[in-house]
């Protein structure tokens, strides 16, 4: 088993930033990509930005040049620093983390922005 935790979320401004964190225990053998996903209500999961072992990384559009993601694998930690946060980012932020076909996911952190 994986278990990871988010921590990092909370309310901000416009334009304002935040860093989440999410750390990764447990069983992590063949664990590669980690990343972040998001959930506005009424909507469905989405990626936001994902992060392989090796450090490719992989970002939705919407955050493109705004939001950056890193990993740092001694401490079996994956960061995502926004920055220029929207309204539209309101979201509860979910880490993940894949075995090949295994998902594994936290509980989540809510971001909200207001305007």
């Known amino acids: 088993q994986v278990q990871l935790v988010e921590s990092g979320g909370g309310l901000v401004q416009a334009g304002e930033s935040l860093r989440l964190s999410c750390a990764a225990s447990?069983?992590?053998?063949?664990?590669?990509?980690m990343g972040w996903y998001r959930q506005a209500p009424g909507t469905q999961r989405e990626l936001v930005a994902t992060?392989?072992?090796?450090?490719?990384?992989n970002y939705a559009d919407s955050v493109k040049g705004r939001f950056t993601i890193s990993r740092d694998n001694a401490k079996n930690t994956v960061y995502l620093q926004m920055n220029s946060l929207k309204p539209g980012d309101t979201a509860v932020y979910y880490c993940?983390?894949?075995?090949?076909?295994?998902?594994?996911w936290g509980k989540g952190t809510l971001v909200t922005v207001s305007s």
């Open positions: 993940n983390a894949k075995r090949i076909t295994i998902n594994y």
């Open positions: 447990g069983n992590l053998f063949s664990i590669n990509d």
């Open positions: 992060i392989t072992s090796g450090g490719t990384t």
